[in-house]
Nanobody, 122 residues
Framework: VQLQACGGGLVQAGDSLRLSCAVP????????VGWFRQVPGKEREFVAK????????EYADSVKGRSTFSRDTATNTFYLEMISLKPEDTAVYYC????????????????WGQGTLVTVSS
C-alpha cells in the first residue's frame, strides 16, 4: 500500500501549513496513522498519531499546541495542520500507517508515503 503525502512547501516563520496523506483504495479501519519528520543526518522522529477509527491524537512535545491531526474517513485522507511554524520545523514530513499497537516508533510502521519537504524560513 502506497500512501500519498503532499502539502509541503516554503513558508515563513509564523505561517501555517496543512499536510495531507491519501490512502488510495483502502480503508484503514483498525490502523494507526501517523506523521513523522526527518532532517538530514538525524533519525526520523515522531510528530503525531491517531487511530483511524477514533480516539484522541497524540503529538510530540515539539509540535503540541501548534498541530491538529484530522482525518476524513469518506476519502481515506488524513491531515496534519501546523500553525506558528518555526525554522526548526523544517524537515521532510512522512505519513505512515500500521496495524496493532499505538506506537510512536517509526520503525513499527509498515506503510509510508514518499515524504514532502517543509521549509520554514526565519
Amino acid at each position: 500500500v502506497q500512501l500519498q503525502a503532499c502539502g509541503g512547501g516554503l513558508v515563513q516563520a509564523g505561517d501555517s501549513l496543512r499536510l495531507s496523506c491519501a490512502v488510495p483504495g483502502r480503508a484503514f479501519n483498525t490502523y494507526v496513522v501517523g506523521w513523522f519528520r526527518q532532517v538530514p543526518g538525524k533519525e526520523r522522529e515522531f510528530v503525531a498519531k491517531i487511530r483511524w477509527n477514533g480516539g484522541t491524537a497524540e503529538y510530540a512535545d515539539s509540535v503540541k499546541g501548534r498541530s491538529t491531526f484530522s482525518r476524513d474517513t469518506a476519502t481515506n485522507t488524513f491531515y496534519l495542520e501546523m500553525i506558528s511554524l518555526k525554522p526548526e520545523d523544517t524537515a521532510v514530513y512522512y505519513c505512515a500507517a500500521k496495524s496493532g499497537a499505538f506506537s510512536s516508533n517509526w520503525k513499527a510502521y509498515a506503510y509510508w508515503g514518499q515524504g514532502t519537504l517543509v521549509t520554514v524560513s526565519s
